[in-house]
């Protein structure tokens, strides 16, 4: 059983960074493409970015240019790099896995807590 544990989580004031990890059990790269899903307080959950085995990545528009998405694969570690941060950025990360062959995504974090204050 995969189990994926994301760390990084904390308050910081707008215009901050934040770099939140995954940490994988096992090595599922070669089989999933990795995800950050984000929701917040009364909001469905929101996608904001994913990054395949091969490094290829893509984002949610009302991040791009300010989140990185990125991995370490010997480490079967994904992350998320976060600068210029806004209130809107609040809500709870999840990393998430997502097969390559069925698209669904098959495993999940717990969660780890962001919240962009002053």
């Known amino acids: 059983q995969v189990q994926l544990v994301e760390s990084g989580g904390g308050l910081v004031q707008p215009g901050g960074s934040l770099r939140l990890s995954c940490a994988a059990s096992?090595?599922?790269?070669?089989?999933?493409?990795m995800s950050w899903i984000r929701q917040a307080p009364w909001k469905q959950r929101e996608w904001v970015a994913a990054i395949t085995r091969g490094g290829r990545t893509n984002y949610v528009d009302s991040v791009k240019r300010r989140f990185t998405i990125s991995s370490d694969n010997a480490k079967n570690t994904v992350y998320l790099q976060m600068n210029s941060l806004k209130p809107e950025d609040t809500a709870v990360y999840y990393c998430?896995?997502?097969?390559?062959?069925?698209?669904?995504?098959?495993?999940w974090g717990q969660g780890t807590q962001v919240t962009v204050s002053s």
């Open positions: 998430a896995a997502r097969s390559v062959t069925t698209s669904s995504y098959d495993y």
């Open positions: 096992g090595n599922i790269f070669w089989f999933y493409a």
